[in-house]
């Protein structure tokens, strides 16, 4: 997964049309923008994940000497252009928003600045990463705040999209907030906790289910869940379960990290049953952890009956993001350099779908958060050249709606600028934090969320409004269009 070259991870276009722009000597310096139109599953926000991944493929993009000749063989390359790609780097700017970040519709996550030929390769492999992980994160976020606190674990792997799939969904569900992943591999390579019990197979492989229990115990008495649902949850496993735990006491073993698994019938009824058994025997700090087909809506229910769980695995939902399977990023040109001026003539894509009308110009994005309580007040896309301070007041409007306003008072409100330097004229000008770290500030991002905007069904949306320079441009463009 290390070693492998991604340079031709991409559409065919691409290639094409970089041969064009060579060709016609029409490789102007322009601004592309990465950006999603609507957050997924119906949510109120998205994750921003995936920046690690795509500077680790612009670090490596080069053609090798295989990659040339397969594009020969093709025959639709010629020699001068075999010959550029040979020696092709990328020489731009980036800026990203940075991992764990909530984000939302519209605004760029990431913002390339470069000769349209070395910006325009960069697309799918750009949206392929960006979008699979932020995907992810975001439902596991969903499914971490369902929970309330409670543990999510990501077991997901056997049902992800192939390896892939599995380990950078491992990679984004920990940054969304949970506490670990059963992939050994996503363990190793990003340095987070891997967790697991034991399967059905286990307890089958013995004489009976007491033996399969203490056996598991005397092998891993500081990790001790045990899966109770192979024969009968409560006439077999649960007693089994306990008579262990009583034994492990007896033996002088300290109980931690222990408990049992439900991975089949009614999670709630069975649940409460477990709690009063485990409680009745002694073991009131028992965990009791569920699987079989959750997400943040089953969750949720289970919450709502009472169910006594307080650790939860959640695989194939959160790993495939079942029930909204795409990100739907999209990477679109906004600007061109005038190589008189060297300034940026912003561009717009006009279509009859309102919703595929773009933002043009080289911009930037201020995240408004208001002093008093934290939370986020809205996100402010703005030209580039603009600046805006804590010091004056900064009246939002709705792009949609002109009429509908909100005045932020000079004093009331702290700014931060989103959009980070990453590369640097193809220089790399980012230290990515560890994935724990990301972790880390993903949850402190959560916090700066409100509460409504998290809720799972019609949250409210949190404004991302047009400054008025940027609202006039794209004004005036859709007028030239039109007419």
């Known amino acids: 997964m290390d070693n492998r070259n991604f340079t031709l991870l991409t559409d065919l276009y691409e290639l094409t049309m970089m041969q064009g722009y060579h060709k016609s000597g029409n490789d102007k310096v322009v601004v592309f923008d990465a950006f999603y139109r609507s957050n997924p599953g119906g949510g109120g926000y998205a994750i921003a994940c995936g920046l690690d991944q795509i500077i680790d493929y612009i670090k490596n993009l080069q053609f090798t000497y295989d990659d040339l000749e397969y594009l020969r063989g093709l025959g639709i390359f010629d020699e001068k252009f075999i010959s550029f790609l040979g020696s092709y780097h990328f020489s731009g700017d980036i800026y990203a928003i940075p991992e764990g970040t909530v984000v939302f519709p519209k605004e760029p996550l990431l913002k390339v600045v470069a000769p349209i030929s070395e910006a325009q390769l960069l697309e799918a492999a750009l949206l392929n990463i960006m979008n699979h992980q932020s995907l992810i994160a975001t439902k596991a976020s969903r499914i971490v705040w369902a929970a309330q606190g409670d543990g999510i674990m990501e077991f997901g792997l056997r049902r992800a999209q192939g390896p892939d799939a599995g380990t950078f969904g491992a990679r984004a569900a920990v940054i969304a907030g949970c506490v670990g992943t059963s992939n050994v591999v996503a363990g190793k390579i990003f340095d987070v906790p891997v967790k697991g019990t034991h399967a059905h197979s286990w307890v089958m492989s013995f004489p009976d289910e007491y033996t399969a229990f203490k056996t598991y115990a005397d092998m891993y008495p500081n990790a001790c869940i045990l899966l109770v649902d192979t024969y009968n949850t409560i006439t077999s496993g649960i007693p089994n379960a306990i008579r262990v735990f009583k034994e492990m006491r007896e033996a002088g073993i300290e109980l931690k990290n222990y408990g049992i698994r439900l991975d089949s019938g009614d999670l709630a009824y069975l649940s409460k049953k477990a709690r009063v058994m485990l409680d009745e ?13 959750l997400d943040e809506h089953l969750i949720t229910s289970l919450k709502l009956e009472g169910a006594k769980i307080t650790s939860w695995g959640v695989g194939t939902n959160l790993i495939t993001s079942k029930d909204c399977p795409s990100f739907g990023g999209v990477y679109k040109l906004v600007a061109m350099q005038d190589e008189t001026t060297g300034e940026f003539e912003p561009k717009i894509k006009i279509s009859e779908n309102v919703e595929k009308i773009t933002n043009p110009g080289n911009k930037k994005i201020y995240r408004i958060y208001s002093k008093e309580t934290g939370k986020i007040i809205g996100d402010l896309i703005c030209m580039e050249d603009e600046t805006f301070t804590e010091e004056e007041d900064i009246l939002l409007f709705d792009p949609n709606a ?5 005045l932020c008072k000079a004093g009331t409100f702290t700014l931060r600028e989103l959009l980070v330097p990453v590369f640097k004229n193809g220089i790399c000008v980012y230290n990515s934090p560890s994935v724990m770290e990301i972790r880390d500030f993903c949850r402190k991002e959560m916090d700066t969320l409100w509460e409504e905007s998290k809720r799972l069904v019609n949250p409210q949306e949190v404004y991302v409004d047009l400054s008025q ?11 030239k269009g039109r007419h």
């Open 281 to 293: 025997a002694g073991f009131p700090d028992a965990i009791i952890s569920a699987s079989s087909d």
């Open 402 to 406: 002109t009429w509908k306003k909100t």
């Open 469 to 479: 320079k940027l609202f006039d441009t794209r004004a005036e463009l859709l007028s």
